[in-house]
């Protein structure tokens, strides 16, 4: 990583990806970097479901109605997971942990994007959430954030433009 400002910048999510598979020591750090990310009352309550199966692959790219297409051509897929009974901020603990690990997958080179399945239909009306429990056979207790597709980038896209950055969105002292 050049430096973390630059890394900001040029994160950008990925839909497209080569056939070349994501390797043990990329998987590895990007899983690391979503297992030590900060968590209300350091509870982490999550869990990740790694998918290198295509066939598991193509069917979770039917999960919703729009938006999970492209995810049958990743050569991998994190289920990002959350556990209710383990912290009410499940949510947020697992995004948090999905962001650091789209950086990481970054700052190595690969491309990535965030699928998002919680409140979620597919084109029938049925729960994005239950279809990716019924592709992983996931238990009914644990909720599903969203997934996070990942491979070598199959494009490349331009930096983050700063002219476009909303500084009329930031506000100081008060509203």
Not at 85 to 114: K, P
């Amino acid at each position: 990583m050049e430096d973390f400002s630059n890394l900001l910048s040029v994160r950008r999510s990925h839909r497209q990806f080569t056939d070349e598979p994501v390797g043990e020591e990329a998987l590895t750090a990007i899983l690391r970097a979503g297992l030590i990310a900060p968590s209300s009352k350091g509870l982490h309550g999550y869990e990740f479901v790694v998918v290198t199966d295509r066939a598991k692959i193509e069917a979770l790219s039917h999960c919703k109605a729009l938006g999970a297409e492209f995810v049958k051509d990743a050569p991998l897929v994190i289920v990002v997971l959350g556990l209710p009974e383990v912290s009410d901020v499940w949510i947020e603990d697992a995004s948090v942990a999905s962001t650091l690990m789209l950086l990481e997958a970054e700052d190595l080179g690969l491309g990535g994007c965030w699928v998002q399945v919680r409140q979620r239909k597919d084109k029938v009306g049925r729960s994005a959430e239950d279809n990716t429990r019924r592709v992983l056979d996931i238990p009914s207790e644990k909720r599903v954030l969203n997934l996070l597709a990942f491979g070598h980038k199959g494009m490349e896209r331009r930096p983050q433009n700063e002219e476009r950055l909303r500084w009329d969105k930031v506000h100081t002292d008060k509203w």
